[in-house]
């Protein structure tokens, strides 16, 4: 069977022998097919009428027709062709539509071919053979044009499937990126560990900790040279010293880490010796109390999983916070007494 997306379709006055009504539309284009029939409709109406009443089987045919049950229509005019030959070429010419018809879900082009060849080749004098000539020319075109959408169709869905193989390729390629980048970033962290740990066996321990509030950055010293840097998050609100307790400040000035607490809720923490004399000072004048309890210190219990984004916000009271590993590192780093210079 040939392409069911392309239609022949043939338009008029349903004269009373039971031609049948249809559009002519497809790929051939509605007008041009259009114009092409409407003779062959008009030539051939007064030929049809002839003796239309006098074969009760050709009313069973169009009847069967005109209810849809197009298989039923061509068994009917199939038994007209084998019992009476001399009205063949009618019969062949009738079964030749059907089987081009549109709403036939069966349609044959090949097969309408086969009738109306027939008809020019057994009939060469019937009142149809000019009709079939045009329903031939016509039905060949068509095909020819679903050959050709077909093959377009065919080069468009290698096309697509080639593309949907680069784009999958692509991604697999994205997908390697990201590993081979995580990877370094798994070998940086395992480089400076080891360069941390060496540092600690040939220099001992971190003498000085510089926080630098406005860079969100807290380095470890050892003789003047920076051992490491980290990025923190501050208090809620890091602008400017810590006055009194509540303010959610985190100190500026010069201190030690005086003491260290591997329970507590944060992890663990080292606790920086705030208020010094110059904040108890200034408290004093101000008639408020302090604050105190200022820390380096790791993530809430059970909030680990948060790593490194927790310094896209300042979230603490007034402590510096880093992630779990880096006060773990710290904590090594550092013994009681480390300077400790809080910067603006």
Not at 144 to 173: F, P, S
Not at 290 to 315: A, C, F, L, Q, Y
Request: with cysteine; net charge positive; aromatic share 8%.
């Amino acid at each position: 069977m040939f392409g069911k997306s392309s239609k022949i379709v043939v338009t008029g006055k349903k004269p009373n022998f039971g031609a049948k009504l249809v559009e002519c539309r497809g790929r051939l284009g509605l007008l041009f097919i259009c114009i092409m029939l409407i003779p062959m409709l008009l030539s051939g109406c007064g030929q049809f009428n002839k003796g239309f009443q006098t074969n009760p089987t050709y009313n069973e045919a169009n009847d069967f027709f005109s209810q849809g049950r197009y298989m039923a229509s061509l068994s009917k005019y199939q038994q007209i062709l084998e019992k009476d030959p001399t009205s063949g070429d009618r019969a062949l010419f009738e079964m030749g539509i059907i089987y081009a018809y549109p709403d036939n879900q069966q349609k044959d082009y090949q097969k309408a071919l086969d009738c109306f060849q027939k008809l020019i080749r057994d009939y060469p004098g019937s009142g149809y053979k000019k009709d079939s000539k045009l329903m031939v020319f016509n039905i060949n075109n068509v095909i020819l044009k679903d050959k050709t959408i077909d093959t377009q169709q065919k080069h468009i869905n290698i096309l697509q499937q080639e593309t949907t193989n680069r784009v999958n390729e692509l991604a697999g390629l994205q997908k390697k990126i990201e590993t081979l980048e995580q990877e370094i970033k798994n070998k940086n962290m395992e480089y400076s560990k080891i360069k941390l740990d060496l540092f600690i066996i040939q220099k001992g321990k971190a003498d000085k900790i510089l926080i630098e509030k406005k860079e969100r950055r807290l380095s470890l010293f050892s003789k003047d040279k920076v051992v490491k840097t980290y990025k923190i998050a501050l208090g809620g609100e890091p602008d400017g010293a810590k006055e009194r307790q509540g303010d959610n400040k985190t100190p500026e000035g010069t201190y030690i880490i005086d003491s260290r607490n591997k329970n507590s809720r944060f992890h663990l923490s080292l606790h920086i010796s705030y208020p010094n004399e110059k904040d108890k000072k200034r408290a004093k004048q101000l008639g408020v109390s302090p604050g105190g309890d200022i820390m380096i210190h790791g993530i809430k219990n059970e909030m680990s999983w948060v790593g490194d984004r927790h310094t896209e916000i300042d979230w603490t009271k007034g402590c510096i916070a880093v992630t779990d590993e880096e006060i773990e590192e710290i904590n090594k780093l550092v013994p009681n007494g480390t300077a400790v210079e809080i910067r603006p």
